[in-house]
């Protein structure tokens, strides 16, 4: 008897991520510059500005360092398979994507106006948008969802926008930009069980 994967879509992220990690890892080295970072499909400002919008899908599989992704695939891991049994495999992974690029859509302003020689890579748009999906799935549900709390959510919400600030080298923007695109994406793909 054949079993049914639990959160196909959460694994497949998880996986493209680190199949992509190991992939500069292997041709060039993901901490050696931005340079490489850049070659693979960084956000770039320069490049996007010349036409290379892809970019702004392709950074979100790119990671400086395996810290980096470790950090960003255990969140999508608790994330994702909290909220992908409650939105579905497609719209959950609609909402990741979308979400990811509204994120790097804001980094890519920000930069633009402020430093448009920085390479911009990670999934934690992305994780945003997941963090801003199930903040709307926790409050359709009157503040409680799998096994999550209202309250919960508020305390992890407001740890991790913190940090998106006090940190080094993390770009705010994209985590703001992910957050209000799956919280608003969510409104639209969410379907609440009766």
Request: glycine share 12%; with cysteine.
């Amino acid at each position: 008897m054949k079993r049914k994967m639990q959160y196909p879509a959460t694994t497949i992220l998880i996986a493209a991520n680190g199949i992509c990690f190991a992939v500069v890892e292997i041709f060039g080295g993901s901490t050696e510059s931005s340079e490489v970072l850049a070659k693979w499909g960084g956000s770039y400002v320069p490049l996007i500005e010349a036409g290379q919008y892809w970019r702004l899908f392709t950074c979100m599989f790119l990671h400086a360092g395996i810290w980096h992704l470790v950090n960003n695939m255990l969140t999508l891991g608790v994330l994702g398979t909290s909220l992908e049994p409650l939105m579905g495999s497609v719209r959950f992974t609609v909402l990741y994507l979308v979400g990811g690029l509204v994120g790097s859509g804001a980094a890519y302003y920000y930069y633009q106006a402020n430093d448009p020689y920085v390479v911009s890579v990670g999934a934690s748009g992305a994780i945003f948008a997941v963090m801003g999906g199930l903040l709307w799935v926790v409050l359709r549900n009157r503040g409680r969802v799998a096994g999550l709390t209202l309250r919960q959510m508020l305390i992890m919400l407001a740890w991790s926008i913190y940090f998106s600030f006090r940190m080094a080298d993390v770009s705010w923007s994209a985590h703001l930009g992910g957050l209000l695109g799956g919280f608003l994406l969510a409104i639209l793909l969410y379907r609440r069980k009766l």
